[in-house]
């Protein structure tokens, strides 16, 4: 089965940087698209970035745009989201996701807390 496992969150302060990992298992991860999700407390879940199948193609909201980097190691079934320049806005919980038709996947979450 689809299993998404996120790591790297954790208490950093603004200014800072944190890199995610979401390690990909059960499909063939080279043949989908793999996106970054996060959800502030008391907000809906929001797309932070996407990245394509073969990672030529990446997308940003413009919240992070210049501050994040999406990016993906096929042999490893590993996708990444280099933060930088870590404002407080960006405490949430950040999820995993890819899709395969209308069915949609997601890990358990990792929290990053933005805070001096």
């Known amino acids: 089965q689809v299993q998404l496992v996120e790591s790297g969150g954790g208490l950093v302060q603004p200014g800072g940087s944190l890199r995610l990992s979401c390690a990909a298992s059960g499909f063939t991860f080279s043949s989908y698209r793999m996106s970054w999700y996060r959800q502030a407390p008391g907000k809906e879940r929001e797309l932070v970035a996407f990245i394509s199948r073969t990672g030529g193609v990446m997308n940003y909201a413009d919240s992070v745009k210049g501050r994040f980097t999406i990016s993906r190691d096929n042999a490893k079934n590993t996708v990444y989201l280099q933060m930088n320049s870590l404002n407080p806005e960006d405490t949430a919980v950040y999820y995993c996701?890819?899709?395969?038709?209308?069915?949609?996947?997601w890990g358990q979450g990792t929290q990053v807390t933005v805070s001096s």
């Open positions: 996701n890819t899709k395969s038709g209308v069915q949609d996947y």
